[in-house]
């Protein structure tokens, strides 16, 4: 999905609809991307989109620049046309797909644009209902069967399926100031969090921070590696340096990207400065103790890996 720049109107007339489904169709075939479902509104879009490729973010790069260019020739205006980068929200499949593309199509109702269903003009809710030549480009079929396994009865359970509201789960999903970037359930997360842990904090996937483990991961992973009990993560002698500590400290900070304040909760640290103070005495260490290294790769290896 994106918007327009300070919220105008991204869709000035309907030439410029017709564009912007013309592009959605290109890319389709050039970027053999799958397109199940799209909503265009006068300042926004949304589409549902698969892509087997892994080229969403070379499609959407596609997508919002060739329509800029048309835009911006077409209405003798330059410039930026969106707000920046698109956002994506990677959706499971199983639980939560159908109720995303009703969300979409009921986009313009909630809006206030329309009143009825039929009445909505530009998305592919019609495309669901037809059996054109013209639809053929929109990958609906998945989601058909998904709604009625008889092909005969599949329009009939799109109406009905559409016609209800979108369920609460959703509506408050998209309603957050801040969007996640993953729609599903706990199960379908942690499978991510497994599989992507490579890409953690990867300079190019701006939302990888969702696949970073949790403290309490990276705590468990600690005391597991250096067999101590949790309680010894928190024990403070002065003089003495407690390795397990500052590790956890230092990790819990880089991985998660918390605040000083936030990591010396989980350590009954009080002062940031004391967090800080771990951190930066784990660093001097790893610059002059090899095996305190060897001790750090260790642990972030089983961490990527998954492993509990």
């Given at each position: 999905?994106?918007?327009?720049?300070?919220?105008?109107?991204?869709?000035?007339?309907?030439?410029?609809?017709?564009?912007?489904?013309?592009?959605?169709?290109e890319?389709?075939?050039?970027?053999?991307?799958?397109?199940?479902?799209?909503?265009?509104?006068p300042?926004?879009?949304?589409?549902?989109?698969?892509?087997p490729?892994?080229?969403?973010?070379?499609?959407?790069?596609?997508?919002?620049?060739?329509?800029?260019?048309?835009?911006?020739?077409q209405?003798?205006?330059?410039g930026?046309?969106?707000?920046?980068?698109?956002?994506?929200?990677?959706?499971?499949a199983?639980s939560?797909?159908?109720?995303?593309?009703?969300?979409?199509?009921?986009?313009?109702?909630?809006?206030?644009?329309?009143?009825?269903?039929?009445?909505?003009t530009?998305?592919?809710?019609?495309?669901?209902?037809?059996?054109?030549?013209?639809?053929?480009w929109?990958?609906?079929?998945?989601?058909?069967?998904?709604?009625?396994?008889k092909?005969?009865?599949?329009?009939?359970?799109?109406?009905?399926?559409?016609?209800?509201?979108?369920?609460e789960?959703?509506?408050?999903?998209?309603?957050?100031?801040?969007?996640?970037?993953?729609?599903?359930?706990?199960?379908?997360?942690?499978?991510?969090?497994?599989?992507?842990?490579?890409?953690?904090?990867?300079?190019e996937?701006?939302?990888?921070?969702?696949?970073?483990?949790?403290?309490?991961?990276?705590?468990?992973?600690?005391?597991?590696?250096?067999?101590?009990?949790?309680?010894?993560?928190?024990?403070?002698?002065?003089?003495?340096?407690?390795?397990?500590?500052?590790?956890?400290?230092?990790?819990?900070?880089?991985?998660?990207?918390?605040?000083?304040?936030?990591?010396?909760?989980?350590?009954?640290?009080?002062n940031?400065?004391?967090?800080?103070?771990?951190?930066?005495?784990?660093?001097?260490r790893?610059?002059?103790?090899?095996?305190?290294?060897?001790?750090l790769?260790?642990?972030?290896?089983?961490?990527?890996?998954?492993?509990?």
């Amino acid at each position: 999905m994106n918007r327009g720049r300070r919220k105008e109107e991204i869709f000035l007339t309907r030439g410029d609809y017709d564009n912007f489904i013309k592009i959605l169709q290109e890319a389709s075939e050039n970027w053999h991307i799958k397109i199940s479902a799209y909503c265009l509104m006068p300042n926004h879009y949304h589409l549902l989109v698969n892509t087997p490729k892994g080229n969403i973010s070379r499609c959407m790069r596609h997508i919002n620049g060739i329509y800029t260019q048309r835009f911006n020739r077409q209405h003798k205006t330059d410039g930026q046309l969106f707000r920046g980068r698109y956002k994506a929200v990677l959706v499971e499949a199983d639980s939560h797909l159908l109720e995303v593309l009703r969300y979409i199509h009921r986009n313009p109702l909630r809006a206030g644009l329309v009143e009825e269903m039929d009445e909505v003009t530009w998305s592919s809710h019609h495309g669901y209902l037809s059996a054109a030549k013209k639809w053929a480009w929109l990958d609906k079929d998945v989601l058909l069967t998904m709604l009625c396994a008889k092909k005969s009865g599949r329009r009939a359970a799109y109406e009905d399926f559409v016609s209800k509201d979108t369920s609460e789960e959703i509506e408050r999903f998209y309603s957050l100031k801040n969007l996640p970037s993953v729609l599903g359930g706990d199960a379908f997360k942690d499978w991510l969090k497994e599989k992507f842990q490579h890409l953690c904090f990867h300079e190019e996937i701006p939302e990888s921070r969702i696949l970073a483990p949790t403290a309490e991961e990276i705590i468990r992973e600690v005391c597991d590696h250096f067999q101590v009990e949790r309680e010894q993560l928190t024990v403070t002698r002065r003089g003495r340096e407690n390795l397990p500590r500052d590790m956890a400290v230092y990790l819990v900070r880089l991985l998660g990207h918390s605040t000083l304040n936030e990591v010396g909760k989980y350590f009954g640290m009080k002062n940031y400065s004391t967090v800080s103070s771990a951190v930066e005495r784990l660093k001097s260490r790893m610059k002059k103790d090899r095996m305190v290294r060897k001790h750090l790769d260790e642990v972030r290896e089983k961490l990527k890996k998954g492993q509990k």
